[in-house]
């Protein structure tokens, strides 16, 4: 009777852990990501105004990928994106192209060195501002989208995504993400 509830227990445990890790697919590939936050984007097109993101390890650094509900399919996520840190600092992102459309989602995979990961683990992601790129009328809409509380009034950070970039190395625990607010306050142009 042990052994059937260890074994059972077991299976339960295993399944859980299998299927409750998230990655990010690009071609081939997959690499093991955090879970994918709904970063607040009052001026997305659709989708709720939310910007889904999520980041994962590779052995070069790691991936970022963007994805963000659009009303037509001409319009996509491009150009270079922004990840303001919540200790101050700006990690710029290039577009290097890499991007689909799927159900009526744009989406784009950006690349991170192993210093900008280390940067992520560092400290919290406060903001990110991305473009929408309209091929058909030739134009760009910029955007940002806020690791925030909804209906926040004090900027208090949803997500620890410090700490989940730590556990994507085995690291718990190592972000210093009291404040989710920048060190210095940056001018927009929105």
Do not use: W
């Amino acid at each position: 009777m042990y052994k059937k509830l260890l074994i059972t227990f077991l299976i339960g445990l295993y399944g859980h852990l299998s299927f409750g890790q998230n990655y990010i697919y690009r071609g081939t590939s997959k690499f093991e990501s955090t879970p994918s936050y709904d970063f607040a984007c009052g001026s997305c097109p659709m989708g709720g105004g939310t910007l889904k993101v999520s980041i994962a390890r590779t052995d070069a650094g790691g991936l970022l990928l963007l994805t963000t509900s659009t009303p037509f399919s001409h319009e996509r996520i491009a150009g270079t994106v922004l990840v303001y840190l919540a200790d101050g600092s700006i990690i710029t992102c290039t577009d290097k192209g890499v991007k689909d459309r799927l159900d009526g989602n744009s989406m784009a995979l950006y690349a991170f060195t192993a210093a900008e990961m280390e940067q992520l683990m560092a400290s919290n992601v406060y903001k990110i501002r991305f473009s929408i790129r309209d091929y058909m009328m030739n134009s760009s809409e910029n955007l940002s989208a806020v690791n925030e509380e909804d209906y926040s009034y004090d900027h208090e950070p949803k997500y620890d995504v410090a700490q989940d970039v730590a556990g994507l190395y085995g690291q718990v625990g190592s972000s210093e993400t009291e404040s989710s607010e920048p060190a210095s306050d940056e001018a927009e142009n929105d």
